[in-house]
């Protein structure tokens, strides 16, 4: 890394470790850090981005808030608050708490960034209508979206993180100055930990800018004059950025290597793709600054160094390709990424989130074996690749995957040298398709229609080529061209899946072309050819309705509401003397548009609950209207729609009644079914009404058994059953957590660690040790060497083995824990560690010897004092601590107990301490009337013991 610059003094392992540890447990009671503790942070953070349990989340915050008092412990909870409503969609609400949290925690780190989350979320709204643009077909709305989305990067991106820089270099050059007058008082002063955030908030927007410049450039037209200077302007500008970035901002490495692939990235975009080369190159065999520690550095370190590296190797072939170069990329991918045994880039594709990084490259790997004369082999490794991930059809990146590879396939075509089959043209079309390459991807449908070789094959393909071909005719405003494709199909293949689709389109093209051009006698006849076929394939007398309805649909894809409610709305209920078969549908359609719409305008102060129950109760009506006359797919959506209502607004009992259809009349339904009988089960479960609720996860286990529905309506379960407690409960939050660990979708996720721990939690409260042993396993392994992790696996570990009746295990694994941890009390888990090994000694042997009980009286005396001292800083706080101080005084009587037994076998000093215990408190309620009795029955029998004594 000799082109880099690296300081060491500000490089920590946390910021390349972005696995964050579940550190919560039921098990024990409230925290008693004076500051928001790493437990409750952690856990928080897992509720929120892990389990998205929000509602979970947001009583667990409620109870922080009668616990933390400071504003700074208030601003970090109303931080997690505004996570929530960020993954809710609340977007204005989400930005208003953001603003909430930074006045009321101004100095930590998040508030220094919350400008940035603002700036990102904004950044995400032009990202939107850039993409609108491309997915309409009509020219001049794309250019209307196009417009509003440059002024409003203008305006509310580029403007706000250019001022954001500006002050945050302000205030990083004023505290600078400060540290070099300190220092020059006194030399050994440290940097401050306030500069150190500020420096990291300064890069981070800086860096965060880099960013930004790249996606606004890729996304702005190549083929529109009035945005190249712009595109241009936008490369050379962040290119001057991600420069100025690598060679003056070293503070952290990995921001620093983040801006190194950005260079190469610029340089790419701009064609110089042999700088890009030199510039990526230098990503690779990066490490952390430094000499590494004894056994090598923990993958949580080097995986987002091996992320870059990957990213790296895959955009110098990129660049190689582009420049023509094919051998020198064949060389990059074969002999940097997939030789060697023990390449630690070779090994990270078993990694799921690395995966995308190999795929990408073993196309770039077939694109340069096709530029350098071998056509056949890169089209067989496409091919190959294709053939790969349709068997994976459960893989969420199997589709994305495909689409790239398609995406080679007409890179390989355009180069030529092989003879394609007509499916390689076809999905090759597909992929130049899906890069916005419409006109070449045209030529290769057309070429996929001219080398057909059979009856099977036209059959089979010629009218998706077809289809294809007039929807880019469609989209380029050329209605004749795409009538006389679609009507192709009609003609001579009517038994084709897509005739319909087809007869549909071909009415709209030549209704849209006749409007235009009326009086021409040719798009007439064209316009009744289509009248023909449409009666045919779709039905009599309501054709011009089935467009209205294809055309309200495609708004409707492009999140345009308001104009497809309208148009659903025009769908009338009859036509002369018919009925309109989609008449209820098209009502229900409406319905979800508006509801859409409210969600859009949420927390805007543009809606209100009022309009949403009122819309609730029009579905309701059509529901019922639409079953009446025997439609019943809107009678579906139309009830579904009322139940998302319902479980929107939290009305639990009117959700249940909306969605109850999807248990039994809507059995057959699906395309709502999965999701609705998942929010059954969650209304039900709100209500208390768990035996149905667990009936209806059975039908949604058995009929969506692959379906992410059943998956994550398992951890509802789980959540319901552990904020019941209890051992029953949580024998019942075991097994629904079984069932999530063992669904096939939650194989990748159990690639992470804070999930297995979670799982590991849960099993262990519902008593299910062997199966929870098995997934402790798991997490030692995937936590590697980590401090944290060890931490938490060693707890599990010994409270694993104390169920199991293994004392002495317990009795090492505690020890262990206590040696090497030192436990104080700041972390919810100290006092039950010992409080473990104690009551482990008792039960070591039977009866248990007297030295066994004096180490567990020792043990019980430390967890005492220490849940004490939790006890009684909750208390100052002013918070709820009903459980802690019961285990607290049922501690404290165990404790006296084994001070009894010793006293009575000789040791007078545990009369004594026990004694002076019960004396000093017994002015309290020592945990209750029954408690205090037992208490005071054990004070009069030490004085028994003093007055025999005497």
């Known amino acids: 890394m000799k082109a880099l610059k690296t300081v060491h003094s500000r490089c920590s392992i946390t910021e390349a470790s972005l696995l964050g540890l579940l550190l919560w447990s039921c098990l024990a009671p409230p925290a008693a850090e004076a500051a928001l503790s790493e437990h409750d942070k952690r856990f928080a953070e897992y509720l929120i981005q892990d389990l998205?349990?929000?509602?979970?989340?947001?009583?667990?915050?409620e109870s922080l808030k009668k616990i933390y008092a400071g504003a700074g412990e208030k601003g970090e909870i109303a931080f997690f608050e505004a996570d929530i409503l960020q993954h809710v969609g609340k977007t204005e609400e989400y930005l208003k708490k953001l603003n909430e949290a930074g006045k009321l925690d101004p100095q930590s780190k998040r508030a220094m960034?919350?400008?940035?989350?603002?700036?990102?979320v904004d950044m995400g709204k032009v990202i939107t209508a850039f993409e609108k643009a491309n997915q309409t077909s009509d020219p001049k709305n794309s250019a209307v979206f196009r417009k509003e989305a440059r002024k409003y990067f203008q305006e509310k991106v580029l403007k706000p993180i250019n001022a954001l820089i500006d002050d945050l270099g302000k205030k990083v050059a004023g505290q600078e100055q400060k540290f070099r007058e300190d220092r020059k008082k006194n030399p050994k002063t440290r940097e401050p930990e306030q500069l150190i955030d500020l420096s990291r908030s300064r890069n981070l927007a800086e860096l965060a800018r880099v960013k930004i410049y790249l996606v606004y450039a890729k996304q702005l037209p190549r083929d529109d004059p009035s945005?190249?200077?712009?595109?241009?302007?936008?490369?050379k500008d962040g290119l001057k950025y991600a420069s100025e970035f690598v060679d003056n901002r070293p503070e952290f490495y990995l921001m620093q290597y983040d801006?190194?692939?950005?260079?190469?990235?610029?340089?790419?975009?701009?064609?110089?793709?042999?700088?890009a080369a030199e510039d990526l190159s230098v990503l690779i065999g990066i490490e952390p600054p430094g000499a590494p520690p004894p056994g090598g550095y923990p993958k949580e370190i080097l995986r987002p160094l091996i992320d870059l590296q990957l990213q790296a190797l895959l955009y110098s072939a990129r660049s190689a390709n582009l420049a023509r170069k094919h051998a020198e990329a064949v060389a990059i991918v074969e002999e940097k990424l997939l030789k060697g045994k023990n390449n630690p880039l070779r090994e990270a594709s078993r990694d799921p989130e690395l995966e995308k990084y190999f795929v990408l490259s073993e196309l770039e790997l077939a694109i340069a074996h096709a530029g350098r004369g071998s056509s056949e082999k890169g089209l067989q490794m496409v091919q190959d690749l294709i053939a790969r991930y349709s068997k994976l059809s459960t893989s969420p990146q199997a589709s994305a995957y495909i689409t790239d590879a398609r995406k080679a396939l007409g890179t390989i075509a355009r180069i030529g040298g092989v003879a394609l089959r007509a499916q390689d043209y076809y999905q090759g079309g597909i992929g130049l398709y899906a890069e916005g390459k419409l006109e070449e991807s045209l030529g290769l449908f057309q070429q996929a229609l001219g080398a057909l070789a059979d009856f099977n094959e036209r059959n089979d393909l010629a009218p998706q080529c077809l289809e294809k071909i007039g929807w880019i005719h469609l989209k380029g405003q050329r209605f004749a061209e795409a009538a006389l494709s679609y009507l192709e199909i009609c003609r001579q293949y009517p038994r084709s899946e897509l005739v319909t689709t087809a007869a549909v389109n071909a009415l709209s093209s030549a209704n849209k072309l006749t409007i235009a051009a009326k009086d021409h006698s040719g798009y007439r006849k064209l316009d009744e050819e289509a009248k023909r076929h449409y009666d045919h394939f779709v039905g009599k007398g309501i054709a011009i309705f089935q467009v209205t309805m294809v055309e309200a649909q495609d708004l409707e894809r492009q999140g345009k509401w308001e104009a497809a409610k309208e148009l659903y709305l025009k769908i009338p209920r009859e036509q002369g003397k018919d009925k309109v078969p989609f008449y209820y549908r098209a009502q229900a359609s409406a319905g979800h548009c508006e509801y859409q719409g409210w969600l859009a305008r949420r927390g805007s102060g543009d809606q209100s609950a009022e309009e949403l129950k009122k819309l609730a109760r029009r579905m309701k009506a059509l529901a019922a209207a639409a079953l009446k006359e025997k439609q019943l797919d809107g009678a579906i959506l139309a009830s579904y729609v009322?139940?998302?209502?319902?479980?929107?607004?939290?009305?639990?009992?009117?959700?249940?009644?909306a969605l109850s259809p999807f248990t039994g009349l809507f059995k057959e339904d699906k395309s709502y079914r999965s999701i609705a009988l998942y929010h059954h089960c969650e209304a039900l479960l709100r209500q208390g009404k768990v035996a149905e609720a667990e009936e209806a996860f059975k039908q949604l286990k058995k009929d969506f058994e692959n379906d992410a529905s059943s998956l994550y309506a398992a951890l509802l379960f789980v959540d319901h059953f552990n904020a019941q407690g209890g051992e029953e409960s949580f024998k019942k939050a075991a097994a629904y957590v079984k069932i999530y660990a063992n669904h096939f979708m939650a194989k990748d996720e159990l690639k992470d660690l804070q999930k297995v721990l979670f799982v590991v939690e849960v099993l262990v409260q519902g008593g299910e040790i062997a199966e929870a042993d098995k997934f402790l396993k798991m997490a030692e392994r995937i936590g590697g060497g980590d401090e944290e992790v060890g931490k938490r696996v060693l707890y599990y570990r010994a409270f694993i083995a104390f169920q199991l009746k293994k004392h002495a295990e317990v009795i090492q694994a505690t020890s262990d824990f206590i040696a090497r941890y030192k436990p104080s009390g700041e972390d919810r888990d100290d006092p039950y560690i010992y409080r473990l090994r104690g009551e482990s000694y008792i039960k070591l042997k039977a009866p248990p010897q007297i030295t066994e009980v004096k180490k567990a009286e020792e043990d019980y005396n430390s967890a005492v004092g220490l849940l004490d001292r939790q006890r009684q800083a909750v208390a100052a706080r002013g918070g709820e601590n009903g459980k802690l101080e019961r285990e607290y005084w049922e501690w404290a009587h165990e404790w006296s107990l084994l001070n009894q037994h010793l006293g009575k076998a000789g040791d007078i000093n545990a009369w004594r301490k026990m004694w002076v215990f019960v004396n000093e408190r017994q002015g309290s309620e020592m945990g209750g009337a029954a408690l205090k009795e037992k208490f005071l029955e054990l004070k009069k029998e030490a004085e028994k013991y003093f007055s025999k004594k005497k």
Do not use: C
């Not at 509602?55 to 915050?61: G, I, M, P, V």
């Not at 960034?113 to 990102?120: D, M, Q």
């Not at 009322?642 to 009644?657: F, M, R, S, Y």
């Open 113 to 120: 960034t919350s400008s940035l989350l603002k700036i990102n």
């Open 227 to 235: 945005f190249q200077a712009d595109q241009e302007k936008m490369l």
């Open 259 to 275: 801006a190194q692939l950005r260079k190469g990235l610029y340089q790419m975009e701009l064609g110089k793709f042999a700088a």
């Open 52 to 61: 998205k349990y929000f509602d979970t989340a947001q009583r667990f915050l």
């Open 642 to 657: 009322e139940g998302l209502i319902h479980n929107d607004l939290k009305e639990w009992p009117e959700a249940v009644a």
